[in-house]
């Protein structure tokens, strides 16, 4: 039988029904599990059975919509975490420990820089950060003997960077470790970072996939490709027992499509605990089944956006890989066939004085820190996220004073532009 296309995929897939069951995915609102015998609940704890005994680790509920994301990426095994960042925390933590090194794309979301640069590096993990222009050489030239993965984001928010996923993946393997890809931004409407070489896919649920502002969230997809057993050496946590569960070495025992997934529920969400609720779950997976219908609008809403600003005396310069104009249109056109999200950047001519005006004009778009929702959004960093810097720290570090992002949501693109042009008129 042919595989089911992705819409098909976002609307139905990871939960099916029993003769008489609820159509839709059941809240399990529940923080425990009752069993006949401790012999079964045993079982469990011995992960010799699968099933649900505290939903700090596992609920059914994640499950069903962890299941739907790995069939729409293209994986074989997923878990929900509370937010994004938990799920770049915990996929990063599930193979690199104190001493271990990360190779990281430089472009990449400011939180993620964060905990890389700064968090992990408490922890004992370092990184190196390339550019993602980088040439292949200068990739290699950045893995150590203690390298043990390579992270990179396939539109990077909020530089809008697109990722030679095949180059990145290339040098990952070459050296033995994994490539980790964050793919909020396209989504797997838009980009499966696996089909191009990618062994884990995280996700910021947060933004497209929820898609109406609602709930924090994340998600974690394993690809089970990786050969974990063959560089057994430089990954002690996969390859060798765990004291804390009775000795099982999880890739022996759960093979290349089991073993991240279950060693990261069973280890780091015991001891993290940062699980998404299934409420949250819930929501997310509304989200979903309309997320193939909702992206397309996205992107014609972003190119609309993008080609009339382009186009307008006021602003210096537009910043959308869906431009031929853009560094990354090449880049795009191969990754990003269908295009790649709603998000767009601006600068204005005026600089700081002009965004100010500009943006206390806008009616329809709102001022936010927040990007990839139904409701368009609009953020000037100079006067907001980063007031604390000079016009000149700014330029430095790439976001002039007067740039803007803007995050195009569902709306009609006639008023969307429409809203924009009035604003302008007012600089
Ligand atoms: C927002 C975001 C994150 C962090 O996600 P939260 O859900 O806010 O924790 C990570 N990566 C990207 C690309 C994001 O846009």
Redesign the pocket.
């Known amino acids: 039988m042919r595989e089911y296309g992705l819409g098909t995929k976002a609307v139905q897939a990871g939960y099916r029904p029993g003769n008489g069951e609820p159509r839709q995915i059941p809240i399990i609102q529940s923080t425990t599990f009752k069993y006949d015998t401790s012999e079964d609940m045993g079982k469990l704890f011995d992960l010799e059975a699968s099933g649900y005994f505290y939903s700090r680790l596992q609920n059914p509920t994640n499950d069903h919509v962890a299941a739907k994301i790995a069939e729409l990426e293209g994986g074989k095994a997923a878990m929900l975490t509370s ?6 925390f915990m996929a990063i933590f599930n193979i690199c420990e104190c001493g271990d090194h990360i190779v990281a794309s430089s472009s ?2 400011g ?2 820089f964060n905990l890389i640069s700064v968090t992990l590096k408490k922890m004992g993990i370092t990184s190196t950060f390339v550019s993602p222009d980088c040439t292949e050489e200068e990739l290699e030239a950045a893995m150590l003997d203690n390298t043990k993965l390579v992270f990179g ?1 396939t539109i ?2 909020p530089a809008l960077t697109v990722l030679d996923i095949e180059k990145f993946a290339k040098a990952a393997h070459a050296h033995g470790v994994p490539l980790m890809v ?1 793919n ?2 396209p989504t797997p409407v838009n980009c499966r970072p696996i089909e191009w070489g990618a062994d884990i896919v ?6 497209y996939m929820d898609g109406h502002g609602a709930c ?3 998600v974690i997809v394993d690809a089970g490709k990786f050969d974990w057993m063959a560089h057994a050496d430089k990954y002690p946590g996969l390859c060798t027992p765990d004291e804390s569960y009775h000795g099982i070495t999880y890739a022996e025992k759960f093979g290349n499509e089991g073993a991240f997934i279950t060693k990261c529920t069973s280890q780091l969400m015991r001891d993290f605990g940062c699980i998404q609720s299934p409420q949250h779950a819930f929501i997310l997976n509304l989200g979903l089944e309309s997320l193939h219908v909702r992206m397309p609008r996205h992107v014609e809403n972003g190119q609309a956006v993008a080609e009339f600003l382009e186009a307008h005396p006021q602003v210096a310069f537009v910043n959308y890989p869906g431009l031929p104009s853009n560094k990354y249109y090449e880049v795009a056109q191969k990754y990003l066939p269908k295009g790649g999200c709603g998000v767009v950047s601006f600068e204005l001519k005026g600089g700081r004085p002009a965004a100010e005006k500009f943006m206390k004009s806008l009616k329809l778009a709102a001022i936010e820190t927040h ?2 929702d139904a409701r368009t959004c609009c953020l000037n960093p100079a006067t907001s996220t980063h007031r604390q810097m000079t016009d000149e720290q700014l330029r430095e570090a790439g976001i002039p004073a007067g740039l803007v992002r803007i995050s195009c949501g569902l709306e009609d693109r006639e008023d969307l532009i429409a809203d924009l042009a009035q604003a302008l008129e007012q600089i």
């Open positions: 937010s994004g960042q938990a799920a770049t990449i979301y939180g993620t984001e990077a928010n964050d909020t931004f995280t996700h910021s649920t947060t933004k924090l969230g994340g990007v990839a």
